[in-house]
């Protein structure tokens, strides 16, 4: 099976955690230190705080943009529950907006819309590694002084007239699961130019103590405060020695990415009934998936039946993703239904997601274009 996404894991990796291994620091360490200099330093944000997910990463984000029971934060359905998750960990109420139906990318209009007194935050996701417009977004924030948190565990890399994301919101969110752009096992990282914050998320990581073991035991003190109510978030020395490592990479992962992308790009400029989503000028994609929406009305077979056909082929298509407010969950403890996103709705149920990662090879690339071309042929 051609997976939809890899990680890519080389001797050099295997050596950094290696050596990690036989040092005097498993977790909270120098490596840990090191790899948040070198993501604040690559995405151009004044600080990065390493935490053990992505999911850990929105939860202290949420946390820094101070929601709390009650308090509503907007945020577009089709993305992974854990972004809308992170905010019920607060007590806080997710809201729906809806999207555009090119991008899949939220809709500042329908942003607007869903604005009242008690919205503390808007969590923008970068659906499948393309920036979202903040420009629009960020005055709609600054206008009704709330924060603008990214998702941004699709768009490591990915650049949005001319700047890196890391830095377009107040606060931007990653996620190192082996699937994403760079990988650590588990992991996540957020990043600010809030020096406020960026404490404040440090001190939230670590059970709500204002020092860890690596500072206490520099400064030859044993004493700690808990100031806050934290959780365990950290992430090891071991997987930060690998992130390092990872991030050397990526502008290279980036490239393969994106040259995986052009290929499929021309393929589906002669198939009628496929079409990849738009991407925006002046961004540059980081394409952490490759996403396209099956047209049942012109193309020869509906999603289900083309999803169906393609893992028979061993071509391992995904969905990304189920509108979060549609799970059972939701639908039972937020009372949402369906006809809630109707743009949501109804790209849904036409988008698949292609193989791509970076060790995908030209011949992989072939065999999911013939898997597609015989299933065109054959109807
Ligand atoms: C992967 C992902 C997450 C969660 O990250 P984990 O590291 O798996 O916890 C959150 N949001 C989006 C959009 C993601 O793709």
New binding site residues.
Partial sequence: MIPYGRQSIDEKDISAVDSVLCSDWLTTGPKVTKFEESFAGYTGASYAVAVS???AA?HCAVHAAGVGPGDEVILPPI??A??ANAVLYQGGIPVFADIDSGTLLIDPKQVEKKITEKTKAIIA?DYAGQTCNYNRLKSIAKANRIKLIA?A??SLGAEYRGKKVGSLADLTVF?F?PV?HITTG?G?MITTDNADDDRHMRIFRNHGITTDSHQREKRRSWHYEMVDLGFNYRLTDIQCALGLSQLEKLPGFLCRRRIIAGWYDSFFNKIHGITPLTVIDKINHAYHLYVVKIDASVFPVDRSVFFDKMRSKNIGVNVHYIPVHLHPYYKKNLGTKSGLCPVVEKEYEKIVSLPIFPSMTEKEFEQVRDAINEIIWRQ
Wanted: with cysteine.
């Fill in positions: 997910s992505g999911t929105l993305t992974f854990a972004t996701v998702d565990c699709h996620s699961h994403k588990e996540g």
